[in-house]
Nanobody, 123 residues
């Protein structure tokens, strides 16, 4: 059974960079679409980005396009989210999730989730 574990959350200032990592165990990362979602305090969980099984398939939310980059390391069985030019509104708990059907913007399509990692961006 596939399991996901996020790491890399931290406190940063606006304009800083931060990389999050999603470690996949019990499965092969390239067999899944892997998505990143985030949930700010008191708000619903929102889509951030996903990387599909098809090489080169990457989709981003408009709010992070041009600042965040999602990538996959097949050898390490991980998916990373490089976040540049962080803004206070990026503050949230970030979750990675696995979709056996290749990935999408919709959380309902993901059947496995990690526990989340906290990102705090101060102004």
């Amino acid at each position: 059974q596939v399991e996901l574990e996020e790491s890399g959350g931290a406190v940063r200032q606006a304009g800083d960079s931060l990389a999050l990592t999603c470690l996949v165990s019990g499965g092969v990362v390239s067999s899944y679409g892997i998505g990143w979602f985030r949930q700010a305090p008191g708000k619903e969980r929102n889509f951030v980005a996903y990387i599909g099984r098809i090489p080169g398939k990457r989709v981003y939310a408009d709010s992070v396009k041009g600042r965040f980059t999602i990538s996959r390391d097949n050898a390490g069985n991980t998916v990373s989210l490089q976040m540049n030019n962080l803004k206070p509104e990026d503050t949230a708990v970030y979750y990675c999730a696995a979709d056996p059907n290749g990935g999408s913007r919709y959380g309902m399509n993901y059947n496995t989730w990690g526990q989340g990692t906290q990102v705090i961006v101060s102004s």
